[in-house]
């Protein structure tokens, strides 16, 4: 156990006078046990430990250090990540802890809409308030020449999955098939939920429909590539943001599309699907970004 005797009187190598743990801990307002836990991490290592008694003895210099970390713990940021970002310099620092920051406010609008779902759900409002929190709206969607990806995955695939299949397909798209022709999109083909694997198809529109084929020729099954006709169409769609994406709550997206057609007497006449318009890193949580949508006719 650590006790505030026997300490040193001075750093020998810097002559700067060192603390007691107890007097340390008292400073940057921390217990001595959250110091030695810390120092396991190698966070907050002591500037001097006594070999023969264990006791750990610090410089008032890094109770500004301290300081930091506890402020840092107060914004919820995990040790370890507490500890990559005390190494950096100021500037990177900085960074570091916007960076975390955005991630939290981002999981917090991803919560927030959850919890509107979950209150629908659970209440038995839920198509009540699908009509109140989502606009409804149809456009005719013309011919276009798509090459695609499809997949059998499990929902919490599916973030990573969509960013990196629609970046391969704009890729081939530029250097291969004449450039890209419209927004992204994926397909889903069967329901993809924590048990349920799909397929989705993930489809990029290009302008040149002979150079499709060829990429889709040269491409053949890796990634299950494969080039097509999307019929012209007519769809009923609603906007949301970047936070309403995230499952479960894209859910509520879906359903209140399927409310509005069915109220309006339309058929469903094609597999749902989501249209992404703008670049998904660059937006905010609550910018909208995506289309839910349904082929629709009379």
């Known amino acids: 156990m650590d006790m505030d005797v026997h300490a040193p009187r001075d750093d020998q190598a810097s002559g700067e006078p060192l603390l007691t743990i107890g007097e340390f801990a008292a400073r940057a307002r921390l217990s001595p046990k959250a110091l030695r836990l810390y120092d396991r991490l190698g ?5 001097y430990v ?19 970390v506890v402020l840092l713990r107060r914004l919820g940021m995990p040790l370890a990540d507490i500890t990559a970002t005390v190494r950096l310099d100021g500037e990177r620092a900085g960074r570091a802890v916007a960076a975390y920051w955005a991630d939290v406010e981002e999981r917090h609008a991803e919560q927030r809409t959850l919890v509107g779902y979950l209150r629908g759900r659970l209440s038995g409002r839920g198509s009540e308030m699908y009509q109140k929190d989502f606009e409804i709206k149809t456009v005719d969607v013309p011919e276009q020449y798509v090459i695609c990806e499809s997949r059998h995955l499990l929902s919490e695939e599916l973030p990573v999955w969509i960013d990196a299949s629609t970046r391969r ?4 798209a530029e250097s291969e098939c004449g450039g890209v022709a419209g927004s992204p999109f994926v397909v889903y083909h069967a329901d993809v939920t924590q048990d349920s694997d799909g397929p989705a198809e993930a489809c990029v529109p290009v302008r040149g429909a002979a150079a499709a084929r060829a990429w889709a020729a040269k491409a ?18 609603t906007r949301i943001t970047k936070a309403q994406v995230s499952y479960p709550q894209i859910l509520g997206a879906f359903e209140a599309v399927e409310a509005w057609v069915a109220r309006e007497g339309l058929k469903v006449t094609g597999a749902c699907r989501e249209i992404y318009f703008v670049e998904w890193e660059s937006a905010g949580p609550e910018d909208q970004v995506c289309d839910v949508a349904f082929p629709v006719g009379e």
């Open 43 to 47: 966070l907050l290592t002591p500037a």
């Open 50 to 68: 006594d070999e023969s008694t264990g006791y750990r003895h610090y410089r008032a210099a890094q109770v500004e250090h301290a300081r930091t």
């Open 169 to 172: 397909l704009e890729e081939a």
């Open 220 to 237: 053949g099954r890796e990634r299950g590539t494969s080039s097509r006709v999307e019929p012209a169409h007519r769809i009923a769609y």
